[in-house]
């Protein structure tokens, strides 16, 4: 770690706004993989997730929780160009500095070592001008799938990264822009580019091999705008992930408890269950968007952050186990985080973040849930022609007024849910 550099913070100068298709998406031949060439990653994929479950399994069985990762997301910059209002990233648990180029790749190998998927977010990543050649790096050690999670707003500027990336997610609130430019807080006319962006790049996703998702955080505020992104990312064919603004990474028991929250979290299901492109199963659905208290297995999904700082167990509990270039694996910054902060199970605390809520499904619905639900997504490739009316997002679903009633008892009260218990307590064992 001595050795590497980091970069100032002049690197990140604001770059000039360039619409979709000015640069040079139009025109040049797209590099990524061809269909054989995903079909066969898509099959490594699947054997090795199988694989990894089947060690993980065995080491909770054991009572090991330092487990092998089955994704890592790598903070690549706490920088942002955006300002939401919701977005604790502003002021992230550990401000860490970035590492150059160079060091950015060696994180990449060391994390190559353990995982084959890996999400790239922030911050925002495309503000880093050589985020091409980071994503261009993981595509050559062969990570799949490479996420991308970003704002955007950069992309046209640098949409080379869309030849190393498989799945995009960009977020969007609102396709009211006066709401969603509110929301971002950079000035008026940031959300009409995202919608353009949006836009552009859906229509690319065939040619380019790509699938675009669409990851929606629903507040108080913008309930009934939700319909409407559905509606959106239906009739672009994109994937449509909701999650509820939370607070130090728990739910917002007040914005569960309301009336038209239920009904809209009613809504998605239903269109999930009716076969429309709506990330996780009916059941992971219901835990994110209502809050049933499951179990976390946050040591299957490591965050590593811009400096190489490996979180243990997890980025919520705000806790370092160690630095990914100093110890060289992450197996070795979880032994390092048990040694200081001692040993961690399966935790309740009940963080409603669809990475987190997903290790549940993952480690105990692996085959019925995750499996299926893959194959599903899998089927539901861009440019399949298997596009379902979006209309559907914005029709009243249910005549019946009883049919709106909650699932199972949602305002539980918070001790009863496992939640807001202090740090000491929050382990328990099976
Ligand atoms: C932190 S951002 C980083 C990537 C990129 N800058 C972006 O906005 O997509 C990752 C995702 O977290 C979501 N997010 C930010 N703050 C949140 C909060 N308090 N609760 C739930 N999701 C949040 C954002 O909307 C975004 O989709
Ligand atoms: S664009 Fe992403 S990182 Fe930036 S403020 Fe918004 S949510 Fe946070
Ligand atoms: S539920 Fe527990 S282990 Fe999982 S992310 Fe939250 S605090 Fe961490």
């Given at each position: 770690m001595g050795r590497m550099k980091t970069v100032s913070p002049d690197v990140y100068a604001e770059p000039a706004w360039v619409a979709p298709?000015?640069?040079?998406?139009?025109g040049h031949s797209f590099e990524h993989d061809t269909r054989w060439q995903m079909l066969r990653k898509n099959l490594r994929g699947a054997i090795s997730a199988i694989l990894t479950h089947r060690t993980n399994r065995r080491r909770v069985a054991r009572g090991d929780f330092k487990l092998r990762p089955l994704i890592g997301s790598y903070y690549v910059t706490h920088r942002c160009n955006l300002k939401c209002g919701y977005c604790t990233e502003h002021y992230p648990i550990r401000d860490t500095v970035d590492l150059d180029t160079e060091g950015a790749f060696a994180v990449l190998a060391r994390m190559r070592r353990e995982m084959d998927a890996i999400y790239f977010t922030g911050g925002e990543p495309l503000v880093r001008p050589d985020i091409v050649e980071i994503l261009r790096e993981a595509h050559r050690l062969k990570f799949f799938p490479i996420y991308l999670g970003t704002n955007g707003l950069l992309l046209p500027l640098r949409d080379k990264v869309l030849d190393y990336a498989d799945r995009v997610v960009i977020s969007l609130d609102s396709t009211d822009p006066a709401a969603w430019d509110g929301i971002l807080g950079?000035?008026?006319g940031q959300a009409r580019r995202i919608y353009e962006i949006i836009a552009h790049y859906a229509r690319e996703q065939r040619q380019r091999h790509i699938s675009l998702m669409i990851n929606c955080v629903i507040t108080g505020d913008t309930i009934a705008d939700v319909y409407r992104v559905m509606e959106f990312c239906f009739r672009h064919d994109v994937v449509f992930s909701p999650v509820a603004a939370t607070a130090d990474s728990l739910p917002d028991r007040e914005l569960f408890a309301r009336a038209d929250y239920q009904r809209l979290v009613r809504h998605i299901i239903e269109l999930k269950r009716r076969g429309y492109p709506i990330i996780g199963s009916i059941e992971s659905t219901e835990t994110l968007l209502l809050g049933r208290p499951f179990p976390c297995y946050a040591t299957a999904l490591p965050h590593v952050y811009p400096n190489g700082d490996v979180f243990y167990p997890c980025?919520?509990?705000?806790?370092?186990?160690?630095n990914l270039l100093e110890l060289g694996s992450i197996q070795a910054v979880y032994r390092e985080g048990e040694r200081k902060y001692g040993p961690w199970k399966?935790?309740?605390?009940?963080?409603?973040l669809n990475c987190y809520v997903l290790t549940n499904y993952y480690m105990h619905h692996f085959w019925d849930q995750m499996v299926l639900e893959s194959v599903g997504q899998f089927a539901m490739q861009p440019g399949t022609g298997k596009r379902l009316p979006a209309e559907a997002a914005l029709e009243p679903l249910y005549e019946n007024p009883e049919e709106w009633q909650p699932i199972y008892e949602i305002a539980a009260a918070p001790e009863q849910a496992g939640y807001d218990v202090s740090l000491a307590q929050l382990t328990r064992s099976g």
């Open positions: 298709g000015q640069e040079d998406s139009s950079a000035g008026p980025q919520p509990l705000g806790r370092i186990g160690g399966e935790c309740w605390r009940g963080c409603a």
